[in-house]
């Protein structure tokens, strides 16, 4: 009996024991953001005080100055659309090529999609060079297509549709081959409405890639009033290096649709993401 | 516009790193090896290279450790198991510009890291320190990979048959002896996976640095990426970039040969 009672209270001491580290860590993983949303509600002069974590002012004109000293409401406008350039038309032609993988056979087929997967190992940088100058030659520097085209379909998003598609059964699409319709309209009326988690699971990782991307419009936009969000909020820091607290503002700004787009699409997302790496 | 940009630029990179052209005028002399002996003769190259590597070291080590014990004690969470996960993916999904914004504030002499440093008497320049900037930017990198290795590790545990482990207690094994002999060999290949995976992802870092240090102090954080970058579009280095860049894709794919050989290698064992 006594034996009995001391294993339930051991276990019950582990669990705790595991929630009770599973919670520290998660503070201090959390604690950038805690501190970022803090200091972006500081007074300024009170920035180089006892810092802490939890907010006790509520100094909202930071918000303004940031979006006064940097034309925030621009980028986010420029960012907005990029990321309805990128997401669409990666969600349309990558279910598309996708199911043209699964279903067609033509010429060539494999040989393409080792082509196709082969790029994914690739790095950027060998690829950045010449896609300036490509986008270059188009005179495209400075415009949203120049910002949106290299990234209109990825071999990723191929690739997800693809082994989606593949493990539907043939039984779906026989009949209606039978009634004569083309194959563009099996991929329209029977593939796509089914697509619905793949097509959120490559909305949201387009989302956040366009979102989050910094490399390409660094190099490609001169002229401030095409710079993205990412971009503006790094030349913001590099001006006004120690304006911490509009800075911080800006911050939680450009951090703040990714953070809640991702809880919202959270299934979807980590679903793909395990299903990812298994291709390696 | 697959084949636009990313197959026809990998033979155009090759090519234009045997030139020598700034991207503007009409004259790209075609200079054969001489960027990559120059590249290969360069303090700069071999600087960028090994920071890199130290970098892609750091943040592996730290975050697939800390990704394996994350996800091992979520495992035991029940209920609240999604949650956890949710808290523990934000960073992965906040910008690399964000996160170093915020982390530079941090390390900031009235930032709350070195404040929590000060109170145990080390009084420590993180960013401005050539020793201490890396370890700095590694922390980070961490940060913002410890969410993506613990949820691929967390479905490698969970997609461990419950069998194995009842089967394992009904015949006595103790916890030690249950990690040693079903845990450890069944996660080895994801474990080597997500090491390769985290190698070659912070190989190619680059807008950490770019906005937290700017490569500094003294190149102690100017990795390839950086390097490759100013040649390209501050000094209009074409060919010589294209070189690094080359150079880049050499080592990535060795790094992935390595592994192909011994996933085979684990495979027949």
Redesign the interface.
Known sequence: MHNNYFKAIMTLVR?VG??L??LF??FW?????L??IT?SLKPPEL?????H?IPIYFHWSNYIVAFQTAPFGRYYLNTLIVVLGIVPSQLF?SSLAGYAFARLNFWGKKLLFM??LS?L??????????????IKKLGLLNTYLGLI??F????FGIFLFRQFYVSFPKELEDRALIDGCSRLQIWRYIFLPLSKPALAALGIFSF?FA??S??WPL?ITTDPKMWTI?LG??MF??KYT?H?TP??AG?TV??LP??VL??VF?KYY?KH??LS?RL? | ??G???????F??FY?SLTDWD?FSRVRSFVGLNNYIRLFSSASFWQSIKVTFYYAAGVTLLSVLGGLV?AA??N??GR?MFL????????T??????????????F?????LS?TFRSFGLSLNWLGSPILAMPALILVGA?MR?G?NT??AL?GLQSIPKAYYDRAKIEGAGTWHIFRFITLPLMKPMVL?LC??SI?DA??V??LP??MTGGGPVEATNV??LL??KN??HYYK?GF??S???S??LI??LI?LIQMKVFRFGKEA
């Open positions: 669990k595991m929630h580290f599973l860590l998660g993983v959390l604690m950038p953001f501190w970022m200091a920035f180089n005080a006892p810092p974590l032609l082509l196709l790029t190992m690739v790095p950027m940088y060998v690829t950045i060079i010449p896609s300036y100058l490509i085209l290299p209109a379909v990825s071999a956040l979102w989050n910094f490399l190099i990412q909020l790094a820091s590099g120690t911490w800075l911080m911050t450009s951090v990714a953070i991702f809880i959270q980590i993401l395990v790496t390696g | 516009m697959i636009t940009f990313s197959i026809f630029p990998i155009y990179t234009l991207g994350l004690a979520i035991t969470a609240l956890y996960r949710i808290v523990f993916f934000i960073p999904v906040t910008s690399f510009v964000a996160a170093a914004v915020v982390w530079r504030s941090l900031s002499p009235a930032g709350f404040d940060w410890l993506f949820v691929i479905a996976l390769v995976m070659v190989f190619l680059f807008d770019y906005v390839v990426g490759i970058y390209a579009f074409m970039a294209s690094i860049a080359i880049v894709f990535i794919l992935t």
